[in-house]
Structures are given as structure tokens and as C-alpha cells.
């Protein structure tokens, strides 16, 4: 029987130290451990996220090419909130022949055809209803919500709380803020960002930042 698969989280920031916890949720729900986490690699880690990983004895193993010089190609994914900066560390770490895993937390639910990318990281108490597709290193945060038919490009970033109604489509490296919110049938452009709190009434073109209720 073989043991847990190996991995290796990008980033040692907030969100880096919050996908260690999804890893630590699959293997506490499974029979037997899932994933094996080798560590954190980050390019410029400040002293107190280096002291965080320590005290829950996680190692930070150097900067992203020194890992992967040193390294035969494994498992990874990126725990980094920036669609910019998700991408070009995936692109990194692809070109080096590495696996992107996905990680679903144990209490998300989803619906039936929910189509999940590769590299996606899905958090606690995400919802996902049905006929849903999520591209490649989607970030799904603590209790967002995706509803029936809608498409999600790559490299989004929905943060905690938000909702993207049903029939919508999220293009790609898009993110959406704290609790913001689009509503049923709104398309928004690649690159844009939706601000926390903020309500999408309209399409959204690419590379814009919206905020406020409605979303301008």
C-alpha cells in the first residue's frame, strides 16, 4: 500500500499557512493520510511567518529556485491570494515538470458536474451548486459561494464570504473581495477586481477595479 502523496505549498504568508490547514482537514477526514506536507517554500518569508510555521512544525525550505534545483519534481500548490503572482510561480514550477494537487476541504459541498481544475485550492465551508466549472488555481476562500452554470477562469481568487450568483462567468486572474458580490448572469472581464463589499450589477470589462453598491 503506498503512503500519502508529497507536497509542497508555495507561499508562507495567511494564505499559505490556511491551505496547510485544508491539507491538515483531508488527512484528519481520511482513513490514512492523504498528502504528505514536505514544506513551504517562499522567496522572501518576513521572520514572523518563518516563526509561525516553526511553532506548528512546518519547515520553510528556501526560495522557489533553490527548491527546485535541489528538488526532483513532486507535488505542489500555490498558496498566494494575487492571481498575477499565482500564475507566474505556477508557470515555474510547470516548466519544471511538477504536478499541481488540488485540495478540497472536507466541509465544502458541492453539487453534481462541479468540474474542478487543477492547483485549486477549495476552503472550509465553500458552497458550490451545480454545473460549475473552475479553471486551473482557483482559489475558493472560507464560506464563498458559486452558483448553478457558472464558469470560473483561471487563477480567480474569491475570498471570504463572497457569492457569484448563478450563470455567471468569472474570466480568468480575476479577484473578487471580501463578502463582494455578483449577481445572476454578470459576466467579469479577465484581470479585473471586484472590492470587498461590493455588489456587481453590470458586466464587468477587463482589467478594471470596481467597488461600493452598486459596483462602479
Same mark, same amino acid.
Given at each position: ?110 453539487? @453534481? %458536474? =462541479?468540474?474542478? &481544475?487543477?492547483?485549486? #485550492?477549495?476552503?472550509? +465551508?465553500? /458552497? ?6 473552475? $479553471? ?35 474570466? @480568468? %486572474? =480575476?479577484?473578487? &473581495?471580501?463578502?463582494? #458580490?455578483?449577481?445572476? +448572469?454578470? /459576466? ?6 471586484? $472590492? ?21
Amino acid at each position: 500500500m503506498s503512503g500519502p502523496t508529497p507536497l509542497v505549498v508555495v507561499g508562507a504568508g495567511g494564505f499559505g499557512r490556511e491551505v496547510i490547514d485544508v491539507v491538515d482537514a483531508i488527512n484528519a477526514a481520511a482513513d490514512a493520510s492523504v498528502w504528505q506536507l514536505v514544506g513551504i517554500v517562499d522567496d522572501a518569508p518576513s521572520e514572523v511567518n518563518v516563526e509561525r510555521l516553526a511553532k506548528r512544525g512546518v519547515a520553510h525550505l528556501g526560495t522557489i529556485d533553490a527548491h527546485l534545483a535541489a528538488s526532483s519534481a513532486s507535488n505542489y500548490v500555490v498558496g498566494i491570494g494575487s492571481p498575477r503572482v499565482r500564475r507566474m510561480i505556477a508557470a515555474r514550477f510547470d516548466d519544471a515538470q511538477w504536478s499541481a494537487a488540488t485540495l478540497v476541504h472536507p466541509t465544502a459541498t458541492m453539487g @453534481s %458536474d =462541479v468540474r474542478v &481544475g487543477a492547483g485549486t #485550492v477549495i476552503c472550509a +465551508g465553500a /458552497r458550490l451548486t451545480t454545473n460549475i466549472s473552475l $479553471g486551473r488555481h482557483v482559489h475558493l476562500n472560507l464560506n464563498s459561494t458559486i452558483g448553478h452554470d457558472s464558469e470560473i477562469g483561471d487563477f480567480v481568487t474569491v475570498n471570504p464570504l463572497a457569492s457569484i450568483s448563478g450563470d455567471c462567468a468569472i474570466e @480568468s %486572474d =480575476v479577484l473578487i &473581495g471580501v463578502s463582494g #458580490v455578483v449577481i445572476n +448572469g454578470l /459576466r467579469v472581464g479577465q484581470g479585473s477586481t471586484v $472590492g470587498g463589499c461590493a455588489c456587481v450589477v453590470r458586466d464587468v470589462p477587463p482589467g478594471v477595479v470596481v467597488k461600493g453598491v452598486p459596483a462602479r
